[in-house]
C-alpha cells in the first residue's frame, strides 16, 4: 500500500486540472505543464480534491502510485507558487552575472569564462555578493515552474566548477550544503 499514492491533492482555486484519459494538464497563473500517467494509473477530480488510484495490485504498478502522485503534487505546486534552488559561487575571482540574452556568465577560475544558456520554462538571477568569512559568495537563483528541471539546472550548473575537497572555499555550491574539508597528503619524513 502507497502511503503517498494514497493522500488526496487540494486543488488551488487559481489552478485548473484538466484529465483527458491517461493526460494530466495543469494550468495557472505561472504557466502550463502536462504529463502522461502511466499505464494502470488513473486519476479523478471531485470537488477541487484530485485523487490517484492504480488499477492492479501488481508491484509495477504499486512502484508508480506515490510516484505519480508526487510528480501531480508537484505540477499544481509549480504553476501555481513556482519553485527555486539557490546555489552559491565562491572563491576569490570568481564572479557570475546574467547577460543581455539571460544566459549565466561564470569566471570561476578557468582560462575562459563559461556561459550557461537555460532551457526554456527557467530564469535565472544573480543576486549581490556577500562577504562571509573572508570569503566572497555570489548567489545564483534558479527558478521554474517544473520542479525536476529546476534541479536538473541547478546540478549542471554545479557542476561546471564542483566544490574543491582540499580547498573548500572554492567553487559553485547548493545554498546550505556543508563541504567536507579533506586533508592533504602528508610528507614521510
Not at 510528480?71 to 546555489?87: D, H, P, R, T, Y
Not at 525536476?148 to 554545479?158: E, F, H, M
Not at 564542483?162 to 567536507?180: L, Q
Request: proline share 5%; glycine share 10%; no cysteine.
Amino acid at each position: 500500500m502507497s502511503r503517498i499514492g494514497l493522500q488526496p491533492i487540494p486543488v488551488p482555486d487559481k489552478v485548473q486540472v484538466v484529465l483527458d484519459k491517461s493526460d494530466v494538464q495543469v494550468d495557472g497563473p505561472k504557466g502550463s505543464l502536462n504529463w502522461k500517467l502511466p499505464e494502470g494509473i488513473n486519476a479523478t477530480l471531485e470537488e477541487n480534491v484530485l485523487t490517484v488510484q492504480r488499477t492492479s495490485e501488481l508491484k509495477q504498478y504499486k512502484a508508480l502510485h506515490g510516484l505519480a502522485r508526487s510528480l501531480i503534487a508537484n505540477m499544481i505546486a509549480g504553476v501555481s507558487e513556482g519553485f527555486e534552488k539557490k546555489l552559491r559561487v565562491v572563491g576569490t575571482g570568481y564572479r557570475a552575472e546574467v547577460n543581455r540574452d539571460k544566459n549565466l556568465v561564470l569566471d570561476v577560475g578557468y582560462s575562459h569564462s563559461v556561459t550557461y544558456t537555460p532551457p526554456e520554462g527557467i530564469t535565472l538571477s544573480v543576486e549581490a555578493t556577500e562577504t562571509i568569512d573572508g570569503q566572497t559568495h555570489t548567489p545564483v537563483i534558479v527558478s521554474g515552474i517544473d520542479k525536476q528541471l529546476v534541479g536538473q539546472v541547478a546540478a549542471s550548473i554545479r557542476q561546471i566548477k564542483k566544490p574543491e575537497i582540499y580547498k573548500p572555499s572554492k567553487g559553485i555550491r547548493y545554498d546550505g550544503e556543508r563541504v567536507r574539508d579533506k586533508e592533504g597528503k602528508a610528507a614521510i619524513g
